[in-house]
């Protein structure tokens, strides 16, 4: 194994390129590729790569992928210079769990995203 791209299921694609933006991401492909009504992009900020596509663009391929916003699973990021990232994004999201240090040493917060989803951003020095 050399890497892992998620592949988030989103509702509204414009606001999760616009939200993800925030967070430091652009948009490196699309479908379509000259913009419009995407159904799938994928974004990078550094070396994590996330790829976003609309439920109803495999509805019919794959049922099973359905659910209510959010999901059971956290994305775990680490970066650094976390306190710098932290305080550009505390006024313009929601945070759900404040920067703090762990029993096991890492600096980290977490905020939910326009979708529903829980990313945790970690510093471990």
Sequence with gaps: MESLSPNVFVHNMN?????YKLLGFNVTMSVPEDGG????????NGSVTMMFQTF????DDLPEINRTDGGSLLLYINLKNIQAFYEHLEDKLTILKGLEKTFYGAT????????GY???FAEHV
Excluded: Q
């Excluded at 606001?15 to 939200?19: A, G, R």
């Excluded at 009504?37 to 990078?44: F, G, P, Q």
């Excluded at 980290?108 to 979708?115: A, G, H, L, M, Q």
């Design 15 to 19: 606001e999760t390129i616009e939200f």
């Design 37 to 44: 009504d995407y159904v799938w992009v994928m974004m990078n």
């Design 56 to 59: 109803n663009s495999l509805g």
């Design 108 to 115: 980290e917060f977490s905020i939910k995203d326009n979708n």
């Design 118 to 120: 829980v990313l945790t």
